[in-house]
């Protein structure tokens, strides 16, 4: 099985527009790693645009971009988040949640004319955003005892690993990011302390 070790993603919020015959297309896109965290940017979008009249979007996730849905709040069908998503397919990006904000300007457009509104934004705010290559981590978290510390710090130090969060009391607390091509020799290696638990938090 091939070994997926980075992905094209956006680094952060971007934004489109699209205007036709009075209806006003705003595109937001934003790198996005859940279900949950896009179902709660949505409703924050929808407060900030709550006088538009649809909010349609789409998302991919994963290293294997096999997580992905669309959504036409009410556009006919296929009009609205196809063509989002086939923005997001195009570019070939993952973890990426794209919204595009209608506000109708009372005149119909008929589906062409809605695909290619919701298509143009949605590229325009990936076009205006910045496409980064994001390397993969396995994120891992450490619990060991103080008497532990030196031989935790130097495994870090040695093999330079990416520091998260850490809480260094009585029973320390170490969230670290691995790389993913050393994440089983290190896994192992500190496995090798009894005293060591582990606990793979996820991979992206």
Request: a negative charge; glycine letters at 6%.
């Amino acid at each position: 099985m091939e070994l997926i070790d980075s992905y094209k993603t956006l680094e952060a919020l971007s934004e489109g527009m699209y205007k036709e015959k009075g209806s006003k297309f705003i595109a937001l896109a934003v790198p996005c790693y859940s279900e949950n965290e896009a179902k709660n940017q949505l409703n924050e979008w929808r407060k900030l645009h709550h006088q538009a009249r649809h909010l349609c979007y789409a998302y991919r996730f994963g290293l294997k971009k096999d997580i992905y849905r669309s959504n036409d709040d009410g556009e006919p069908s296929n009009s609205a988040g196809t063509p989002i998503l086939g923005q997001i397919q195009s570019f070939e990006l993952t973890n990426v949640l794209i919204g595009v904000v209608r506000y109708y300007g009372g005149t119909k457009l008929g589906v062409g004319g809605l695909i290619h509104a919701y298509k143009t934004a949605a590229r325009e705010a990936i076009e205006l955003g910045s496409i980064i290559e994001k390397k993969v981590f396995q994120h891992l978290k450490i619990k060991f005892s103080y008497a532990e510390m030196p031989e935790i710090m130097n495994v870090v130090k040695t093999h330079q690993l990416q520091i998260e969060t850490q809480d260094f009391q009585e029973v320390c607390l170490l969230q670290v990011a691995i790389p993913l091509e050393k994440k089983d020799y290190l896994t192992e290696l500190l496995s090798e302390n009894k005293h060591v638990l582990l606990e793979e938090l996820g991979i992206y």
